[in-house]
């Protein structure tokens, strides 16, 4: 039984979460994201209870115990995003992702200090994006963010991790995520990583949904991660949730 | 060359869309659908903007060309829905779809009527939905609001007809959509309707999103249509969109 802890259910057809299901993925969690940018924060907040309500309940029936991801993905801000944080703030969520930042700009770095503001207050883990462009750099500015706010360490997984940056977020105390797909991590790599700093900190994902394929990565990463696998394709998912 | 006249490519992953172009579908319809009653309209406005700037970007990367349909599905209606039937009355659209009733309250004939008014001063195409339940009682609604404000009979598919309907639209001059998915039409059922009524009104669909996995239904039909195939599988749906 394993722990996908980056998919995009809503990117999934039937088919390809059966697949899953068939590889040994029994949890998941679904983060939102909005494949254009939206006119309108009421686009977010009705795409929350759909991944809560629809989306759950389609990988339920499946036997997929999925664990919604609420929150501005730094490619979709809406205008007056200031509505979907008070919406953050008003509701309970059991995670908050995709956070994080792509280009650092001023409102993305607003958008993303105003929620995991109120992660913090609620106590709520969050996914945080790095992204594929000056992945080192961002990731500086989203670390730098964190210590700023003085953000838990345990309620973060700083994702997408690489070859690029994974000395940087290695000497914090975050969770780390290694993206296993094409352009991304391949399982050997990530077998190479967990090998040098050890399973206590990774958590593995596919990151599936929309465009990408490889729904299968967190198994295949598993059968060749052998006694390692347990820990950085399961438990330390449920650790990070706290399930 | 096939065309699959009422799909939702939105609950349809990569390797799905993939397998349907390798049936030989290379023209579809995707239909606008919300799978949950949505609190804004505001969420369907930016749904019809996805529809038609990624969704039809992710088939045509895989040779499909999409032709999205916009409107409140009778299911997902939000409150003031007239906030997006004026958007739809201010827009540029090539189909609008799935329009239709499900129950017959007041609230979905306001819907279905304000948007077709719509379309017939636009001249759009409108793909009908008819419900499971009470099919035959809520056809003749449909089929009656139709003629109350003399819709343009080549401008509507009166879509998901099966045994218990079938009559009702025949008399009239509506095209007709024949659904092939388990608990709607099989594909032999489609052969023996066209066989007994001519192959000149039918559309043949799937149905494909969210649950649906008879991804090649068109194709599968078109196989046994024989000589007829080309016609309800393919140039009916050009001659209703006018493409």
């Known amino acids: 039984m394993f722990f996908d802890s980056h ?3 809503e990117g999934l057809g039937i088919s390809e979460l059966k697949k899953m299901k068939e590889s040994g993925i029994e949890k998941v969690c ?28 389609r990988c339920e029936i499946l036997g997929i115990q999925m664990f919604p991801g ?3 993905h730094p490619r979709c801000i809406p205008p007056n995003y200031m509505t979907v ?12 992702g995709e956070l994080g930042i792509e280009k650092a700009n001023e409102e993305e770095r607003e ?3 105003s929620q995991i503001r109120v992660a ?21 500015k989203i670390l730098e963010i964190l210590e700023n706010i003085s953000f838990p360490p345990e309620l973060a997984v700083v994702d997408h991790v690489n070859f690029e940056n994974l ?18 991590l391949s399982p050997q790599e990530v077998v190479k990583i967990v090998k040098e700093y050890g399973s206590d900190r990774f958590l593995v994902n596919s990151d599936s949904g929309y465009r990408n394929e490889f729904l299968n990565a967190v ?5 060749i991660l052998e006694n390692e696998a347990k820990k950085v394709c399961l438990r330390n998912a449920e650790r990070f949730l706290g399930v």
Chains 1, 2 share one sequence.
């Open 111 to 113: 958008v993303f200090v």
């Open 120 to 140: 913090m207050k609620k106590d709520i883990p969050c996914v945080i994006h790095t992204p594929r462009e000056n992945k080192r750099i961002i990731t500086s």
């Open 167 to 184: 000395d940087l977020v290695f000497e914090k105390n975050y969770w780390i995520g290694l993206t296993v797909q094409s352009g991304k």
């Open 70 to 72: 609420v929150g501005i």
């Open 30 to 57: 679904s983060l939102s994201f909005y494949p254009i940018k939206p006119y309108f924060p009421q686009t977010l907040i009705d795409g929350f209870r759909k991944l809560e309500e629809f989306e759950s309940r």
């Open 219 to 223: 198994a295949e990463t598993a059968k």
């Open 7 to 9: 998919v995009h259910t």
């Open 85 to 96: 944080v008070e919406h953050l703030e008003a509701g309970e969520w059991v995670l908050f």
